[in-house]
C-alpha cells in the first residue's frame, strides 16, 4: 500500500480559507493503526503544498495502547479566531487517557485546543459529548462525537456533534 511505501494516506476532514492570507488550511484524522499521526496543513489557493502545523505531542498517536487519540475520531474541525491571530480545533472523541467514548447513556469528554498559526497550543479545554441521540437496532452499535467548530465574533465557539448508529437488523 501507498502507506507502507513511506507515503501518506490523508482522511481530511476539514478546510478553511485563511483570514489573512486566502491560503487554504486542511486537517487529517490520520492513521493509529499506520502510525501516521493526524496533521494540519496548509496550501496556497492553486493547491500547492506550504506547510505542515508543528502540532503538540498530546495530539499525535502514541505507541502506548492506553495513551493519544482514538483511531478515526481525531481532527474533524477547523477554525480560525475571528482576528486570524489562532485557530481552534477540537478531537472527535476522548483520548484514551480522558475516558470512554459516549454511549447511549452516558457522553465522553473530548477537547477542544485553541492554536497559534505556529501550532504552539495557546489553550485546551475539556468538552462534555452528550449520549448517543439515537438507538441502534438490537445487536448493533453507535457512537457521538464532535464535528465542527465555528467561532464567532463574539469569542464564543459553535459545536456540532453528531451520532451515528447502525440501525440494520443483523442478518
Request: charged residues 20%; hydrophobic residues 35%; negative net charge.
Amino acid at each position: 500500500s501507498f502507506a507502507e511505501r513511506g507515503g501518506d494516506v490523508p482522511d481530511i476532514e476539514a478546510v478553511r480559507i485563511d483570514p489573512r492570507d486566502g491560503s487554504v488550511w486542511y486537517a487529517s484524522e490520520g492513521d493509529r493503526r499506520l502510525s501516521l499521526n493526524p496533521w494540519i496543513r496548509r496550501a496556497d489557493r492553486s493547491g500547492n503544498f506550504l506547510a505542515t502545523i508543528a502540532l503538540p505531542e498530546s495530539l499525535a498517536f502514541s505507541s502506548n495502547p492506553q495513551y493519544g487519540p482514538r483511531n478515526n475520531l481525531t481532527f474533524e474541525s477547523l477554525t480560525f479566531s475571528p482576528d486570524g491571530d489562532s485557530f481552534w480545533t477540537a478531537l472527535e472523541a476522548p483520548l484514551l487517557q480522558d475516558g470512554a467514548v459516549s454511549t447511549q447513556t452516558v457522553g465522553g469528554t473530548t477537547r477542544l485546543t485553541r492554536l497559534a498559526r505556529d501550532g504552539k497550543m495557546l489553550a485546551q479545554y475539556a468538552y462534555p459529548l452528550d449520549p448517543w441521540q439515537l438507538t441502534p437496532a438490537v445487536g448493533r452499535s453507535g457512537d457521538n462525537g464532535l464535528v465542527e467548530l465555528l467561532a464567532l465574533p463574539s469569542g464564543r465557539l459553535l459545536a456540532i456533534e453528531r451520532t451515528g448508529v447502525d440501525v440494520m437488523q443483523p442478518t
